[in-house]
């Protein structure tokens, strides 16, 4: 037996040594990297990949060695051109017509490297409502080689700088300006482009900024209730507050107050007064309401702001006044001047025993734009929907008949 295995074994070796080439061959295919796909074969698969991976830009592979990278989605435009071949001007139609970061950022940054001034007031604009931490680093650099002064990088101290120098220098913006702040601003509040439409001077467009809320999204006071000294019991003997006397009518406005409202229609010693505090720049003005022709105006915050100061409007015309100034600026009372004078600071409680201090509450409804009621609503009943997410139990529900369902926990 182990003869027949010793020569079974002989046999094999004797095989494997007198195997044809074609072995070999086959040997070193189980072994051997794969051969190098032909340009063809290359072709038709790159079709495929690119079927299959639809919109995905490929990926970067542009300096050896470097790591694949996906290059940024940038959104399609309306007649299917490729935006970055779109020329400046036509980036800014298309933006304007389907805006999002992305565009905003391009065209910010396009902007500083034209090299013209006149871009200053429009990437201002992207600056502050641009919506994205990419649009605000490329408009403040933008700005930085417009205007030849280096960025702080910082948002809130950029936006002030170069708005200043805008101020300083006041280039005009150039055609298509107003177009473009109409509609940029519209985003923000719909009211935004007709009331924007009234500034006729672009360079007084331009300085035109938004100040965070909408139109009436700053409550102001109407008619405030008035309270004597004792019954102001909440009020310390040292309270800030801005008093006045009109007619022989003391009052006093805690200044906490108004820090919250910033501005309130009343009336004191029979006038009809505004009186407007601007929390930027802690200034406080009282206005006579009336106009020469007798017309009484009620104030509130329009949302937007001029050299860091509110800007009022007024409901009755829709005009935008300068709160400093008390002028209007734009609308159908563009160039009238209200009566104003400037309160001091003083301790209400002690000074005078009979000012009548005015409280937080109000004697008439507040008017808003149905715009802002309509958010203001939306947010309410998000904020309660959350509320009682966190602090009612499941439970489960069913629809009888009746109008109020019934639920178990």
Same mark, same amino acid.
């Given at each position: ?17 007198? !195997? ?11 072994? &051997? ?6 340009? !063809? ?14 919109? /995905? ?8 060695? !470097?790591?694949?990278?996906? @290059? ?12 970055? &071949? ?30 013209? @001034? ?41 936006? /002030? ?29 719909? #009211? ?5 439409? #009234? ?9 035109? @900024? ?20 004792? @019954?102001?019991? *909440? ?8 008093? %006045? ?21 009343? /009336? ?30 009620? %104030? ?28 209007? *600026? ?25 000012? #009548? ?14 715009? %802002?009621? !309509? ?35």
């Amino acid at each position: 037996m182990r003869k027949l295995i010793c020569a079974a074994v002989a046999v094999s070796v004797l095989t494997a040594a007198c !195997s044809p080439s074609s072995g070999e061959g086959e040997s070193s295919a189980a072994t &051997d990297p794969p051969a190098t796909s032909s340009p !063809s074969d290359e072709s038709a698969d790159g079709a495929a990949d690119s079927d299959a991976a639809g919109d /995905v830009a490929p990926p970067d592979t542009t300096s050896p060695g !470097s790591v694949p990278t996906t @290059q940024p989605f940038i959104p399609g435009t309306a007649d299917g051109r490729p935006f970055l &071949d779109l020329t400046l001007l036509e980036k800014i139609d298309e933006f304007l017509v389907r805006p999002n970061t992305t565009f905003a950022a391009i065209i910010a940054g396009e902007m500083g490297r034209s090299g013209e @001034q006149r871009w200053v007031a429009w990437t201002l604009d992207l600056l502050r409502s641009g919506g994205s931490r990419d649009v605000s680093n490329a408009a403040m650099g933008a700005l930085a080689r417009l205007t030849g002064v280096e960025s702080s990088g910082d948002f809130s101290t950029d936006y /002030v700088r170069y708005g200043s120098l805008y101020r300083s220098e006041g280039t005009d913006p150039g055609e298509g300006y107003t177009t473009f702040k109409r509609r940029v601003y519209s985003y923000l509040d719909p #009211q935004y482009d007709k009331l924007l439409a #009234q500034v006729t001077d672009r360079v007084t467009l331009g300085a035109v @900024q938004w100040g965070g809320v909408r139109r009436g999204g700053i409550p102001e006071l109407n008619d405030p209730e008035r309270l004597t000294p004792a @019954q102001a019991d *909440f009020m310390t003997p040292e309270e800030l507050v801005l008093g %006045f006397v009109i007619g022989g009518e003391p009052g006093a406005y805690p200044v906490r107050f108004l820090a919250r409202h910033e501005l309130a229609n009343d /009336v004191v010693g029979g006038v009809p007064v505004a009186l407007g505090y601007c929390t930027l720049c802690l200034t406080a003005l009282m206005f006579d309401r009336r106009l020469p022709s007798g017309d009484v105006l009620t %104030f509130e915050t329009s949302g937007l702001l001029m050299d860091s100061n509110k800007i009022m409007i007024d409901n009755e015309t829709e005009s935008l006044w300068n709160h400093l100034s008390g002028t209007a *600026f734009a609308g159908p009372l563009a160039g009238t001047k209200l009566s104003s004078s400037r309160w001091p600071r003083r301790a209400g409680r002690t000074g005078w025993p009979t000012t #009548q201090t005015r409280s937080r509450s109000t004697r008439r409804r507040r008017r808003t734009s149905p715009h %802002f009621r !309509s958010a203001r609503r939306s947010a309410t009943t998000t904020r309660r929907a959350r509320r009682t997410a966190r602090t009612t139990p499941a439970k489960t529900c069913g629809s009888p008949p009746s109008r109020r369902p019934t639920c178990s926990s």
